[in-house]
């Protein structure tokens, strides 16, 4: 079996479009002395804002989607200060662990993995601890294709008082984030998810009572790197850079914004389309999904079929069929496998193309399925 190109089906890194590999090969810009580069980050930026649903400021950062979230618990956690964390996935708990590695406090409200954290988780817990005034939580946890409903927990949380974190690197631009509207104070996201942009980048907008919380910090933030006040006191004060941007980077995430945006908010639907359609195209081949609801538009995860080796299923699709598909990690690590079908990959076609080869590869590990078929009936069903 032949294909044109490889097929990266991972929840992240993605597959990237060939005019974002184009815009990353052609920046040659100066980012310390060419003015062009300055209008390349501020139209990115823009563009972010609006694929986020944000009036507020965007910033981005060199580094993966990690740096933005260590970034904003170091600015905003003080030593000694409780924070609630919200963690029903792998990463909900590592921002619980940010927190504590900054001197915080963190108050865990965890969930069942398979099951979204909802408002009334937080009513007991809140009210043994007082004094909250921060919470870190996860929208989109790609390691088991959970989608957290923030449109409900973060206006809670804000008419408490309640400054929220919010990682929401593989929901954006792949499912509904509206930042401003369900009251997001920080969110995070990353380059190389449902954006399809290559990966090295986080960007991230705060809101102003976010960035109060910074200025009035008790004790002085001691690190540079880090320290969202220094794009304070430099790009958004002055319109300078606190240190050397790359530039090709910025380029090519800025193509990935122009094309998102191109038929925005179509590409939300189609996330939602698609993903249903992969769903249900499981699901009618007696495979059984992770979650139990609230499923993300952007990965589809799901139980390895009993019998079949992960390592060798995963080896003998990609040296057979160059289609690579996702494990999974911490606990779930050969548990389940995960469909990353965000940006470049949310398409009909390309969608097909790894179901086909999935097909041909279970049929070789003794596992009869249709997926490629199903997945057609069930795209033909909806648009009924």
């Not at 937080?122 to 409903?149: F, R, S, Y």
């Not at 880090?226 to 850079?241: A, E, I, R, S, Y």
Request: proline fraction near 6%; aromatic fraction near 10%.
């Amino acid at each position: 079996m032949h294909y044109q190109e490889d097929l990266i089906f991972t929840p992240g890194p993605t597959a990237t479009d060939p005019r974002v590999q184009e815009a990353m090969a052609g920046c040659r810009l100066n980012p310390d002395f060419d003015s062009r580069f300055t209008e390349i980050y501020s139209e990115t930026a823009a563009k972010l804002g609006r694929i986020m649903g944000t009036q507020n400021p965007v910033l981005i950062l060199a580094g993966e989607g990690m740096l933005g979230l260590e970034a904003s618990i170091a600015s905003l956690v003080e030593p000694g200060e409780k924070v609630l964390c919200l963690a029903n996935g792998l990463f909900g708990k590592g921002l619980a662990d940010f927190v504590q590695s900054y001197g915080g406090k963190p108050i865990l409200v965890e969930k069942d993995w398979r099951k979204p954290i909802t408002v009334d988780d937080l009513d007991e817990i809140l009210g043994q601890n007082p004094g909250i005034n921060l919470a870190t939580m996860v929208h989109c946890e790609t390691p088991t294709g959970i989608l957290n409903p923030l449109e409900e927990i973060c206006p809670y949380l804000s008419e408490k008082g309640i400054i929220s974190i919010v990682d929401a690197v593989a929901s954006i631009g792949g499912d509904r984030v509206n930042a401003d509207q369900n009251k997001m104070d920080v969110i995070l996201g990353g380059s190389q998810k449902a954006l399809s942009a290559p990966p090295g980048l986080s960007f991230l907008s705060l809101s102003p009572r976010a960035w109060e919380k910074i200025e009035k910090r008790k004790e002085p933030f001691r690190g540079f790197y880090l320290n969202l006040k220094v794009w304070q006191d430099t790009w958004l004060k002055k319109g300078t850079f606190p240190y050397t941007q790359p530039a090709p980077d910025i380029a090519a995430l800025g193509v990935a914004c122009e094309i998102a945006l191109e038929n925005w908010p179509w590409v939300l639907e189609n996330h939602e389309q698609l993903a249903a359609a992969v769903r249900g195209s499981l699901l009618t081949n007696g495979l059984e999904l992770y979650p139990l609801s609230n499923f993300a538009s952007t990965v589809s995860a799901f139980f390895i079929p009993g019998g079949i080796s992960d390592n060798s299923f995963r080896q003998h699709l990609w040296e057979q069929y160059r289609v690579q598909i996702g494990g999974s990690l911490g606990p779930l690590d050969g548990l389940i496998w995960r469909l990353g079908h965000m940006g470049y990959n949310s398409d009909s076609g390309r969608i097909f193309r790894t179901l086909t080869a999935l097909d041909r590869a279970f049929s070789e590990f003794k596992f009869n399925t249709n997926l490629a078929v199903s997945f057609a009936q069930q795209l033909k069903e909806q648009n009924k």
